[in-house]
T-cell receptor
Framework: GAGVSQSPSNKVTEKGKDVELRCDPI?????LYWYRQSLGQGLEFLIY????????KSGLPSDRFSAERTGGSVSTLTIQRTQQEDSAVYLC????????????FGPGTRLTVT | DQQVKQNSPSLSVQEGRISILNCDYT??????FLWYKKYPAEGPTFLIS?????DKNEDGRFTVFLNKSAKHLSLHIVPSQPGDSAVYFC??????????????FGKGITLSVRP
């Protein structure tokens, strides 16, 4: 079946512009996660959605970052007034949401802020 | 503050030999540990996991060992194959007992298997 998809695959934007990154999780997966990987770093947790519960936003680095998940499926990560330090690969993952369930990752969106 | 540490950035082994990838953690609340494998321009893919109630889990050529007292785990690949060449991430969560299964990742280790 189809895996997690993300779009765009690459995004180059000017400092100060807003960007939206999209994630389509695996159908039926109730949990959705956003991570980012900066150069030379591991994956850093950003935000987590589980069903109808309030999202865990504890990993968002600043109030310029926000995310929505509409209809329990597609999610959009928005970065306002982008800065150069926002340049990274943004990865989305989904899972069945049960304890210990495996997270399936999309290919990521490479964001470059110039 | 790195809660999951992979102190060696790279490892090179001969095809057919054993690869041992190490990982240390500091958060005693972690109770579920995973290894992910990542090829360039792709997302990480799940490899193997272990719950804190076990000290070993084996799946084919891959075995993960957990030493809770030392807060250390390792991934053994035997025999290593050239297709195993990738970046390997160690990850941990409070997922088994906690409601939120967000993962905390190490920085990864690049494994190169020489033919």
């Amino acid at each position: 079946g189809a895996g997690v998809s993300q779009s765009p695959s690459n995004k180059v934007t000017e400092k100060g512009k807003d960007v939206e990154l999209r994630c389509d999780p695996i159908s039926g997966h109730t949990a959705l996660y956003w991570y980012r990987q900066s150069l030379g770093q591991g994956l850093e947790f950003l935000i987590y959605f589980q069903g109808n519960s309030a999202p865990d936003k504890s990993g968002l680095p600043s109030d310029r970052f926000s995310a929505e998940r509409t209809g329990g499926s597609v999610s959009t990560l928005t970065i306002q007034r982008t800065q150069q330090e926002d340049s990274a690969v943004y990865l989305c993952a989904s899972s069945l949401g049960q304890s210990g369930s495996e997270q399936y990752f999309g290919p990521g969106t490479r964001l470059t802020v110039t | 503050d790195q809660q999951v540490k992979q102190n060696s950035p790279s490892l090179s082994v001969q095809e057919g030999r054993i690869s041992i990838l190490n990982c240390d953690y500091t958060n005693s609340m972690f109770d579920y540990f995973l290894w992910y494998k990542k090829y360039p321009a792709e997302g990480p893919t799940f490899l193997i996991s272990i719950s804190s109630i076990k000290d070993k889990n084996e799946d084919g050529r891959f075995t993960v060992f957990l030493n809770k007292s030392a807060k250390h785990l390792s991934l053994h690949i035997v025999p290593s194959q050239p297709g195993d060449s990738a970046v390997y991430f160690c990850a941990a969560s409070e997922g088994v007992t906690g409601a939120n299964s967000k993962l905390t990742f190490g920085k990864g280790i690049t494994l190169s298997v020489r033919p």
